[in-house]
């Protein structure tokens, strides 16, 4: 679970988040958590038996434009990770899903020959209705 160099390599430029999910860096939240939404590449990257690991990009890099400098100011990226426990902003995971599929409800008012419970059916082919 240990990030390792190789795993820098991976973060390649596909985005993994809704765009609409992207946070300029004056409003990145330092007191609470800052929401991202997965698209559907971010969602089919997440391991359901293993490790899941995400990174962070500058809005700069993402877009390849050179940042504007200024003397003696500096750019960081803070957050809150997994081995962080114990703090009023424990990392966190929300995963919001529907309730599955909906089946139709099972029928009702049986007939076998146009009649409901018959006794005595006289034909080797009976049709079914409800």
């Given at each position: ?31 609470g958590w800052n929401d991202f939404t997965l698209n ?77 419970n018959p006794s005595n059916i006289a034909t080797t ?6």
């Amino acid at each position: 679970t240990t990030l390792v160099n190789s795993d820098f390599a991976k973060l390649g430029t596909t985005e993994m988040i809704d765009s609409g999910s992207r946070i300029l860096d004056a409003n990145w939240n330092t007191a609470g958590w800052n929401d991202f939404t997965l698209n559907a590449t971010g969602i089919s990257n997440i391991s359901a038996t293993g490790v899941t690991k995400f990174g962070l990009r500058f809005l700069n890099d993402i877009n390849n434009n050179a940042p504007t400098w200024v003397s003696s100011q500096s750019s960081n990226l803070i957050g809150y990770y997994a081995d962080q426990t114990g703090t009023t902003n424990d990392p966190k995971l929300v995963v919001v899903h529907g309730t599955g599929p909906v089946y139709p409800s099972a029928p009702t008012a049986l007939f076998v020959d146009g009649i409901t419970n018959p006794s005595n059916i006289a034909t080797t082919s009976p049709y079914f209705s409800a």
